[in-house]
């Protein structure tokens, strides 16, 4: 491994210190070199506060080093005037002697205009170390701007006999298929994620919260498909942890902290469409089968993860039928995970 690449490397281990913080900016990492030795670390840490290259130069306690310096920032610096001024254009006043990038950015107002602005200003620029890696750490970012639809990941548990039935009865007790500790896991993934999206019939069968309760983290905004607007207004989902949106075939309203957007179907590529108007970069599906079966089947999807249980229900649903390039296996207190990418 060159020195360039565990330096990007090192940025990348940063970036991810912004996950759950940033969304819709992507998480970006930065470090400082100055004759082979860190000078500066820093991270995009929170949406609409500074930038990673920003909060590295602000880490340097010897600024008059920055002009003999490299920079190594695992996204394109931005060029564009957003909540931040561009992190291009403070390399061109620190006067940087050189900038190692991990990739392009994405966003139009971005791409290929901080590259350039570097490039103006005399500065050395390497481009596309560890690319593979840096763009897959944003994987829902490139998705959304690349596909204009939002990163869709499915999630669903299911017993050792292939049920995700999970209610008794529907009196809102929850028989677990998986275990506590897995629970939590899933918790974090929500935190992770934009909006997190479900059916009518789980609100009714299960009347869940849809919220990171176990973790610390961004509530996600939850999306419920309900076409004529029947679910109770006591379901939790209508509590103030988080924000709502009702998709529906006949309303178009704002309640408190419930909207109400009325699509002219339900169909994946239609819901996908309003995500992605309304700047959704990622959506987590948790349900029910009917509603995975349909972004399976419209192809329309990017990863799922797929938890087994040890119980076995006598009754119920069968889990969703799904075709993909298994690339991890994980054993977690009992359960087993699988993440699968499409074929």
């Known amino acids: 491994m060159t020195f360039d690449e565990q330096m990007m490397h090192r940025c990348l281990q940063l970036a991810v210190l912004g996950r759950g913080n940033v969304a819709p900016n992507p998480m970006v990492g930065a470090v400082i070199v100055h004759e082979g030795k860190i000078i500066g670390e820093g991270y995009h840490e929170r949406f609409g506060e500074a930038h990673a290259e ?83 750490l944003n994987e829902a970012f490139f998705t959304f701007y690349e596909k204009k639809r939002p990163f869709v990941l499915l999630k669903w548990a299911q017993t050792a006999n292939g049920l995700i039935d999970n209610s008794a009865g529907g009196n809102g007790e929850v028989n677990w298929i998986s275990s506590p500790e897995t629970q939590v896991k899933v918790h974090q993934w929500r935190s992770e994620f934009q909006a997190i999206l479900v059916g009518k019939n789980t609100i009714l069968s299960d009347n869940p919260t849809l919220t990171v309760r176990s973790v610390e983290g961004v509530n996600p905004v939850r999306i419920v498909l309900d076409s004529r607007n029947e679910l109770p207004i006591c379901s939790k989902i209508f509590n103030t942890e988080a924000e709502t949106i009702i998709f529906n075939l006949e309303t178009e309203k704002q309640e408190k902290h419930v909207h109400f957007v009325q699509l002219a179907t339900l169909e994946p590529r239609q819901i996908l469409h309003k995500l992605y108007e309304l700047d959704i970069q990622s959506v987590l599906i948790e349900g029910g089968r009917r509603v995975l079966q349909s972004f399976i089947d419209a192809d329309l999807w990017d990863e799922a993860r797929i938890i087994t249980g040890k119980n076995e229900f006598e009754s119920g649903t069968q889990a969703p039928t799904i075709k993909g390039e298994k690339f991890k296996d994980q054993a977690i207190f009992g359960d087993h995970i699988a993440y699968l990418h499409p074929l």
């Open 54 to 136: 920003v909060n590295a130069v602000n880490s340097v306690k010897n600024p008059a080093l920055l002009s003999e310096s490299t920079i190594y920032v695992s996204l394109e610096p931005c060029a564009h005037f957003g909540k931040t001024p561009p992190c291009a254009n403070l390399l061109v006043e620190k006067k940087f002697k050189r900038a190692v990038v991990g990739t392009l950015d994405a966003h139009a107002k971005v791409y290929k205009k901080g590259i350039q602005c570097l490039e103006d200003a005399g500065i050395d620029l390497t481009l596309g170390v560890c690319e593979a890696e840096c763009q897959e």
